[in-house]
């Protein structure tokens, strides 16, 4: 018991030590619309990579279970954030007249407590003057109604600012439908129940389709999220789903 102590503690100093000292990296993965016309600004998911010795990166699950046991996922958050509005000062810098891709951002249930972080976003979209619109922050349905007072807070802070807010893993209760709506959410994710199975299962499909149609109905827009085949994307097309993500459609790569 006590290595096992050891071992986790020796760890958590590791990944501490990697978010002083920048081990960590972004990566980016597109959110394509599906219906819009061309020319609009990007849309991505922001997602993070450790690197260790000999540049070899580790993926979310390898290290984020342990940020989480420990109630450090507000620090990895900020950096993740603080990371984010840094690029898109750069892109602004050296595209000058483009608007910058909307950038979207996961936000674990330990920053919804944490009662800095929207002011930590707040002060450095002001100081490096970057457009607001640029953010958005991704809170699963879940943690959302788990948290639903820190979750207002959140959106009543940054919203008025420009960013936008999307929900993911909903399931369509009308429990979660009434969340939206006090939210004031922008975006919903599907995820993998319905999109994976919509081309193969017909109940699937009627299912999507059915809560597209309501979230269009209450000024959300849709985002399929694992689409995988090229008959996923083309019943996406046909159905009206806003955008679509997923390793068909477009795979993570390095932000920067």
């Known amino acids: 018991m006590d290595q096992h102590v050891e071992g986790k503690k020796a760890v958590t100093e590791t990944l501490v030590n990697a978010l002083r000292s920048d081990e960590f990296i972004l990566f980016a993965q ?8 061309p020319g609009g600004p990007g849309f991505q998911e922001i997602l993070v990579r450790f690197q260790e010795e000999e540049q070899k990166l580790l993926p979310p699950g ?4 342990v940020l989480e046991s420990c109630g450090l996922m507000h620090y990895l958050d900020r950096w993740v954030a603080s990371r984010t509005v840094k690029w898109v000062r750069t892109f602004c810098k050296l595209r000058p007249g483009d608007l910058p891709p909307r950038n979207s951002i996961n936000v674990a249930p330990d920053t919804l407590d944490d009662r800095g972080f929207a002011r930590y976003v707040e002060t450095k979209i002001r100081d490096y003057q970057v457009p607001a619109c640029a953010l958005s922050f991704e809170i699963s349905m879940n943690d959302a ?3 639903v007072a820190q979750v207002e807070s959140l959106i009543e802070r940054l919203k008025p600012l420009g960013c936008s807010f999307a929900f993911a893993a909903f399931d369509g209760s009308s429990e ?5 709506s006090r939210f004031r959410a922008d975006f919903v994710k599907i995820g ?18 059915a809560l597209h149609l309501r979230c269009r109905e209450g ?21 009206g789903v806003d955008f679509a993500q ?3 459609v477009g795979l993570p790569q390095p932000l920067e």
Do not use: M, W
């Not at 979660?176 to 939206?180: A, D, K, Q, R, V």
């Not at 993998?192 to 389709?209: K, Y």
């Open 219 to 239: 000024g959300y827009q849709t985002i399929a999220e694992h689409v995988e085949r090229e008959e996923t994307l083309g019943i996406l097309r046909e159905i």
């Open 192 to 209: 993998i129940n319905l999109v994976g199975a919509c081309d193969r299962d017909p109940q699937a499909r009627t299912n999507l389709e």
């Open 145 to 147: 109604l788990d948290n």
């Open 176 to 180: 979660s439908f009434e969340l939206l």
């Open 246 to 248: 997923g390793y068909h």
């Open 62 to 65: 390898s290290f984020i279970p």
């Open 30 to 37: 597109p959110i394509v619309a599906l219906n819009a016309k």
